[in-house]
């Protein structure tokens, strides 16, 4: 294991988690670490687009900076108070997007094995915290209802023909590719 895995790891934390294992103190808690971090970066290496990557490291993040642990001691009911707590007040899809990035990091390290310094392969985490969470509800997005032609006219008789805001749209080109715009949203 390489000690890039584990500063990769600590550098996932906002302010210095000040458990995070000394490698000269605690080998196999470091080591553990290292382990951790490679596979994060195993796992984002699978997606292809840099803000994606990107998306899903913060979506890890997120939690174990609420909870401030290491990714193995997170547990269900620390990712439940999270999401409960720490993304209140987000919208519903965001909310559920990021425990769904949460609970795929968290299936991939269960598949993962790491080589304790004893030599013993040992799986990353034997259960998904974010696995069972029942996932936020989302509202469905309502299609938009088009102008009628008198709401078309009254808008567009909205702008002060006088100012600059108002000259950006002219009577001329500009309000008919805006009319033809607003028609093709219904």
């Known amino acids: 294991m390489s000690e890039n895995g584990a500063e990769f790891l600590a550098g996932l934390y906002q302010l210095p988690l000040p458990r995070f294992p000394d490698p000269t103190k605690k080998q196999h808690e470091w080591v553990k670490a290292a382990a951790w971090g490679e596979a994060l970066n195993e796992w984002l290496a699978g997606y292809n687009n840099e803000k994606t990557r990107h998306d ?9 900076n609420f909870c401030q642990k290491l990714p193995w001691e997170v547990h269900k009911a620390d990712v439940a108070r999270w ?89 001329g080109a500009g309000c008919r590719d805006f009319r033809r715009l607003a028609r093709r949203v219904g």
């Open 56 to 64: 899903y490291l913060q979506a890890l993040a997120y939690p174990i």
């Open 83 to 171: 999401l409960k707590v720490g993304l209140a007040g987000k919208a519903g899809h965001t909310r559920k997007n990021t425990l769904e990035r949460v609970r795929r990091f968290y299936r991939f390290a269960c598949g993962r094995t790491w080589s304790s310094p004893t030599g013993r392969q040992v799986r990353l985490c034997r259960t998904n915290p974010a696995e069972g969470i029942k996932k936020p509800k989302v509202a469905e997005f309502k299609r938009a209802v088009p102008l009628s032609e008198a709401e078309l006219d009254r808008l567009q008789a909205a702008f002060d023909l006088d100012t600059p805001y108002g000259r950006r749209c002219p009577a």
